[in-house]
């Protein structure tokens, strides 16, 4: 049985870990819809009716915003985001390929 001791101590390395692959993550790096120790933003992304769009909730301190991916001209953003947001991004030409959200 491992001491409360060691437990601490794993846990500070697998913490440790964590945020060294965070550090690793470049700022463009895509949010899905998950949580973790690199994002601490839920984001749910998608296309509808040719739109991208994307809800966000969670820190106040990682900026996000959305950008359109679109077939006939250069890619949509949104402007940048703090925290909780509702976003939707039209291409001018054509429906929106993806939804892509960046961290900065």
């Not at 895509?30 to 749910?44: F, G, I, Y």
């Not at 994307?54 to 991916?69: I, K, Q």
Request: proline share 3%; hydrophobic share 40%.
């Amino acid at each position: 049985m491992r001491t409360h001791s060691a437990m601490k101590k794993s846990a500070a390395v697998a913490l440790l870990a964590a945020g060294m692959a965070a550090a690793a993550t470049p700022a463009w790096a895509d949010a899905t819809a998950t949580n973790s120790s690199a994002m601490l933003l839920d984001c749910a992304k998608g296309v509808s009716n040719g739109d991208a769009y994307a809800s966000c909730f969670g820190s106040f301190s990682e900026e996000w915003r959305l950008r359109a991916d679109c077939p006939f001209q250069p890619d949509r953003y949104s402007s940048w985001q703090s925290g909780d947001g509702n976003v939707t991004v039209s291409c001018t030409l054509g429906d929106a390929r993806t939804a892509i959200i960046e961290l900065r």
